[in-house]
Protein backbone atom coordinates (compact mmCIF):
# COMPACT_ATOMS: atom_id res chain seq x y z
CA UNK A 1 0.00 0.00 0.00
CA UNK A 2 1.24 3.34 -0.89
CA UNK A 3 1.64 6.61 1.62
CA UNK A 4 -2.08 7.48 -0.39
CA UNK A 5 -4.51 6.78 2.86
CA UNK A 6 -6.56 4.14 1.75
CA UNK A 7 -10.29 4.20 1.15
CA UNK A 8 -12.86 1.41 1.84
CA UNK A 9 -15.97 2.29 0.30
CA UNK A 10 -18.93 0.38 0.70
CA UNK A 11 -22.20 0.67 -2.31
CA UNK A 12 -25.24 -0.69 -0.59
CA UNK A 13 -26.77 -0.48 -3.83
CA UNK A 14 -30.60 -0.86 -3.94
CA UNK A 15 -30.27 -2.34 -0.72
CA UNK A 16 -31.28 -1.29 3.03
CA UNK A 17 -34.40 -0.17 5.12
CA UNK A 18 -33.75 1.72 8.17
CA UNK A 19 -33.47 -1.25 10.13
CA UNK A 20 -30.67 -2.43 8.58
CA UNK A 21 -29.14 0.26 8.34
CA UNK A 22 -28.96 0.34 12.55
CA UNK A 23 -27.62 -2.34 12.04
CA UNK A 24 -24.85 -2.07 10.15
CA UNK A 25 -23.91 1.60 10.57
CA UNK A 26 -23.63 0.69 14.64
CA UNK A 27 -21.82 -2.49 14.29
CA UNK A 28 -19.03 -0.59 11.95
CA UNK A 29 -18.96 2.87 13.98
CA UNK A 30 -18.25 0.90 17.21
CA UNK A 31 -15.68 -1.20 15.41
CA UNK A 32 -14.23 1.60 13.88
CA UNK A 33 -14.11 4.05 16.83
CA UNK A 34 -12.52 1.21 18.76
CA UNK A 35 -9.66 2.20 16.58
CA UNK A 36 -7.28 4.62 18.12
CA UNK A 37 -5.26 5.54 14.51
CA UNK A 38 -7.59 4.04 12.03
CA UNK A 39 -5.20 3.33 8.46
CA UNK A 40 -7.98 3.82 6.21
CA UNK A 41 -11.07 5.67 5.49
CA UNK A 42 -14.50 4.13 5.65
CA UNK A 43 -17.24 5.16 3.59
CA UNK A 44 -20.61 4.11 3.58
CA UNK A 45 -22.91 5.09 0.59
CA UNK A 46 -27.02 3.61 1.12
CA UNK A 47 -29.29 4.35 -1.06
CA UNK A 48 -30.34 8.18 -0.84
CA UNK A 49 -33.98 7.04 1.14
CA UNK A 50 -30.77 6.36 4.00
CA UNK A 51 -28.20 9.16 3.76
CA UNK A 52 -29.75 11.69 6.18
CA UNK A 53 -30.15 8.36 8.71
CA UNK A 54 -26.30 6.76 8.52
CA UNK A 55 -25.08 10.30 9.00
CA UNK A 56 -26.96 11.01 11.66
CA UNK A 57 -26.15 8.03 12.93
CA UNK A 58 -22.23 7.91 11.95
CA UNK A 59 -21.62 10.85 13.19
CA UNK A 60 -19.19 11.48 15.69
CA UNK A 61 -17.79 7.98 14.58
CA UNK A 62 -15.01 9.16 11.78
CA UNK A 63 -17.26 7.12 8.96
CA UNK A 64 -17.93 8.67 6.16
CA UNK A 65 -21.46 9.12 3.84
CA UNK A 66 -21.77 9.25 0.12
CA UNK A 67 -24.31 8.67 -2.27
CA UNK A 68 -24.64 6.61 -5.03
CA UNK A 69 -25.48 8.84 -7.60
CA UNK A 70 -26.34 12.86 -8.42
CA UNK A 71 -27.67 15.17 -10.69
CA UNK A 72 -25.60 16.71 -12.92
CA UNK A 73 -27.84 20.08 -12.01
CA UNK A 74 -28.19 22.13 -8.52
CA UNK A 75 -31.83 22.23 -8.78
CA UNK A 76 -35.02 22.55 -11.09
CA UNK A 77 -37.51 20.27 -13.13
CA UNK A 78 -35.65 17.24 -13.02
CA UNK A 79 -38.56 14.93 -10.88
CA UNK A 80 -37.39 12.07 -9.11
CA UNK A 81 -33.81 13.23 -9.21
CA UNK A 82 -31.32 14.24 -5.99
CA UNK A 83 -28.62 16.97 -6.93
CA UNK A 84 -24.93 16.80 -5.13
CA UNK A 85 -26.02 19.94 -2.81
CA UNK A 86 -28.90 18.11 -1.53
CA UNK A 87 -26.89 15.15 -0.50
CA UNK A 88 -24.55 17.47 0.66
CA UNK A 89 -27.01 19.34 3.08
CA UNK A 90 -28.16 16.00 4.42
CA UNK A 91 -24.29 15.20 5.52
CA UNK A 92 -22.86 13.64 2.64
CA UNK A 93 -19.52 14.27 1.63
CA UNK A 94 -18.74 12.07 -1.09
CA UNK A 95 -21.35 10.41 -3.79
CA UNK A 96 -20.42 7.85 -6.22
CA UNK A 97 -21.12 8.91 -10.01
CA UNK A 98 -20.44 6.43 -13.20
CA UNK A 99 -21.36 3.46 -11.50
CA UNK A 100 -21.85 0.73 -14.73
CA UNK A 101 -25.04 0.41 -13.68
CA UNK A 102 -25.65 3.47 -13.88
CA UNK A 103 -24.48 3.57 -17.44
CA UNK A 104 -26.00 0.97 -18.34
CA UNK A 105 -29.57 0.95 -16.66
CA UNK A 106 -29.98 4.87 -17.68
CA UNK A 107 -27.89 4.92 -20.26
CA UNK A 108 -24.84 7.48 -18.73
CA UNK A 109 -22.15 8.28 -21.19
CA UNK A 110 -18.77 9.55 -20.10
CA UNK A 111 -20.17 12.84 -20.61
CA UNK A 112 -22.95 12.81 -17.96
CA UNK A 113 -20.43 11.24 -16.12
CA UNK A 114 -18.22 14.01 -16.19
CA UNK A 115 -21.27 16.57 -15.69
CA UNK A 116 -22.18 14.91 -12.80
CA UNK A 117 -18.64 14.57 -10.67
CA UNK A 118 -18.54 18.83 -11.82
CA UNK A 119 -21.54 18.98 -10.03
CA UNK A 120 -20.26 16.88 -7.07
CA UNK A 121 -17.27 18.66 -6.85
CA UNK A 122 -18.84 22.63 -7.21
CA UNK A 123 -21.06 21.19 -4.22
CA UNK A 124 -17.94 20.45 -2.11
CA UNK A 125 -18.68 16.71 -2.17
CA UNK A 126 -15.56 14.19 -3.16
CA UNK A 127 -16.90 12.59 -6.37
CA UNK A 128 -16.27 8.56 -6.81
CA UNK A 129 -16.05 8.58 -10.19
CA UNK A 130 -16.30 4.61 -11.76
CA UNK A 131 -14.78 3.38 -14.60
CA UNK A 132 -14.28 -0.04 -16.51
CA UNK A 133 -14.43 -2.30 -19.15
CA UNK A 134 -16.94 -4.76 -20.16
CA UNK A 135 -16.28 -8.63 -20.88
CA UNK A 136 -16.46 -8.30 -24.42
CA UNK A 137 -14.21 -5.25 -24.62
CA UNK A 138 -11.88 -6.88 -22.42
CA UNK A 139 -11.92 -10.16 -24.60
CA UNK A 140 -11.23 -7.71 -27.62
CA UNK A 141 -7.39 -6.93 -25.40
CA UNK A 142 -9.39 -3.60 -25.66
CA UNK A 143 -9.10 -2.68 -21.51
CA UNK A 144 -6.68 -0.07 -21.44
CA UNK A 145 -7.67 2.00 -24.28
CA UNK A 146 -11.04 1.53 -22.48
CA UNK A 147 -10.44 2.76 -19.41
CA UNK A 148 -7.99 5.67 -20.17
CA UNK A 149 -10.98 6.84 -22.46
CA UNK A 150 -13.61 6.50 -19.84
CA UNK A 151 -10.87 8.28 -17.57
CA UNK A 152 -10.63 11.55 -19.93
CA UNK A 153 -14.23 11.60 -20.68
CA UNK A 154 -15.18 11.55 -17.11
CA UNK A 155 -12.89 13.55 -15.36
CA UNK A 156 -13.70 17.54 -15.24
CA UNK A 157 -11.26 19.48 -15.31
CA UNK A 158 -11.45 21.06 -12.21
CA UNK A 159 -10.63 17.12 -10.87
CA UNK A 160 -8.25 17.60 -7.86
CA UNK A 161 -7.10 14.28 -5.81
CA UNK A 162 -8.84 15.93 -2.91
CA UNK A 163 -11.94 16.28 -4.92
CA UNK A 164 -11.74 13.03 -6.89
CA UNK A 165 -11.30 9.56 -6.32
CA UNK A 166 -11.33 7.08 -9.16
CA UNK A 167 -12.81 3.21 -9.06
CA UNK A 168 -11.50 0.92 -11.27
CA UNK A 169 -14.67 -1.46 -11.57
CA UNK A 170 -14.05 -4.32 -14.58
CA UNK A 171 -17.83 -4.71 -14.85
CA UNK A 172 -17.57 -8.44 -15.55
CA UNK A 173 -16.63 -8.15 -12.17
CA UNK A 174 -19.18 -6.87 -10.34
CA UNK A 175 -21.68 -9.24 -8.49
CA UNK A 176 -20.20 -12.24 -10.46
CA UNK A 177 -17.48 -13.77 -7.79
CA UNK A 178 -15.22 -13.30 -11.09
CA UNK A 179 -12.09 -11.03 -10.62
CA UNK A 180 -9.24 -10.38 -12.86
CA UNK A 181 -5.42 -11.34 -11.78
CA UNK A 182 -4.05 -9.10 -9.17
CA UNK A 183 -1.39 -8.64 -12.48
CA UNK A 184 -4.02 -7.44 -14.29
CA UNK A 185 -5.81 -4.71 -11.88
CA UNK A 186 -1.68 -3.61 -11.36
CA UNK A 187 -1.54 -2.93 -14.77
CA UNK A 188 -5.26 -0.96 -15.44
CA UNK A 189 -4.24 0.86 -12.38
CA UNK A 190 -1.04 2.20 -13.66
CA UNK A 191 -2.35 3.39 -16.95
CA UNK A 192 -5.40 4.84 -15.19
CA UNK A 193 -3.06 7.03 -12.86
CA UNK A 194 -1.23 7.48 -15.80
CA UNK A 195 -4.29 9.01 -18.07
CA UNK A 196 -5.04 10.75 -14.71
CA UNK A 197 -1.57 13.14 -15.03
CA UNK A 198 -2.73 14.62 -18.14
CA UNK A 199 -5.48 16.23 -15.59
CA UNK A 200 -3.73 16.64 -11.83
CA UNK A 201 -0.03 16.58 -13.03
CA UNK A 202 1.96 15.55 -10.54
CA UNK A 203 -0.92 15.28 -8.16
CA UNK A 204 -2.03 12.11 -9.71
CA UNK A 205 0.30 10.73 -7.33
CA UNK A 206 -1.69 11.65 -4.45
CA UNK A 207 -5.21 10.15 -6.53
CA UNK A 208 -6.89 7.63 -4.68
CA UNK A 209 -7.74 4.75 -7.15
CA UNK A 210 -10.24 2.00 -5.82
CA UNK A 211 -10.47 -1.55 -7.08
CA UNK A 212 -14.16 -2.62 -7.60
CA UNK A 213 -15.48 -6.51 -8.75
CA UNK A 214 -16.48 -9.00 -6.33
CA UNK A 215 -14.49 -7.76 -3.42
CA UNK A 216 -14.80 -10.11 -0.03
CA UNK A 217 -12.36 -10.89 2.88
CA UNK A 218 -11.01 -13.84 1.10
CA UNK A 219 -9.34 -12.10 -1.96
CA UNK A 220 -9.24 -8.62 -0.35
CA UNK A 221 -5.66 -8.86 0.70
CA UNK A 222 -4.25 -9.94 -2.88
CA UNK A 223 -5.76 -6.37 -4.71
CA UNK A 224 -5.00 -4.00 -1.73
CA UNK A 225 -1.64 -4.82 -1.38
CA UNK A 226 -1.16 -3.46 -5.14
CA UNK A 227 1.22 -0.60 -5.61
CA UNK A 228 -0.94 1.74 -7.24
CA UNK A 229 -4.62 0.38 -5.48
CA UNK A 230 -5.67 2.49 -2.90
CA UNK A 231 -8.49 0.90 -1.22
CA UNK A 232 -12.03 -0.87 -2.46
CA UNK A 233 -15.24 -0.34 -3.45
CA UNK A 234 -17.13 -2.69 -2.30
CA UNK A 235 -21.17 -3.65 -2.56
CA UNK A 236 -22.28 -7.62 -1.75
CA UNK A 237 -19.78 -7.82 0.78
CA UNK A 238 -20.50 -4.43 2.33
CA UNK A 239 -24.14 -5.20 3.69
CA UNK A 240 -22.56 -7.27 6.02
CA UNK A 241 -20.65 -5.82 8.97
CA UNK A 242 -18.09 -8.60 9.62
CA UNK A 243 -17.37 -9.29 5.78
CA UNK A 244 -16.65 -5.61 5.58
CA UNK A 245 -14.88 -5.26 8.49
CA UNK A 246 -12.40 -7.58 7.54
CA UNK A 247 -11.98 -6.32 4.27
CA UNK A 248 -11.01 -3.16 5.68
CA UNK A 249 -8.75 -4.78 8.12
CA UNK A 250 -7.04 -6.35 5.19
CA UNK A 251 -5.07 -2.28 4.31
C1 LIG B 1 -20.15 -2.46 -6.86
O1 LIG B 1 -21.37 -2.49 -6.91
O2 LIG B 1 -19.54 -1.38 -6.96
C2 LIG B 1 -19.43 -3.72 -6.66
C3 LIG B 1 -18.15 -3.72 -6.76
O3 LIG B 1 -20.20 -4.81 -6.37
P1 LIG B 1 -19.68 -6.25 -5.85
O4 LIG B 1 -18.64 -5.99 -4.78
O5 LIG B 1 -20.88 -6.92 -5.30
O6 LIG B 1 -19.08 -6.95 -7.01
Excluded at 106 to 125: I, P
Excluded at 175 to 184: A, H, S, V
Amino acid sequence: MSSRRPLIAGNWKMNGLRADADLLVSGLAARYKALSAPAFDMLLCPPATLVATVAAQAAGSGLKVGGQDCHRNEKGAHTGDISAWMLRDIGAGYVIVGHSERRQDHAETNAVVKDKAQAAQAAGLVAVICIGETEAERDRGETLRVVADQVRGSMPAGSTAENTVLAYEPVWAIGTGRTPTPDDVAEVHAEIRKVAAEVLGSAAQQLKILYGGSVKPSNAMEFLGLTDVDGALVGGASLKVDDFWAIAEAV
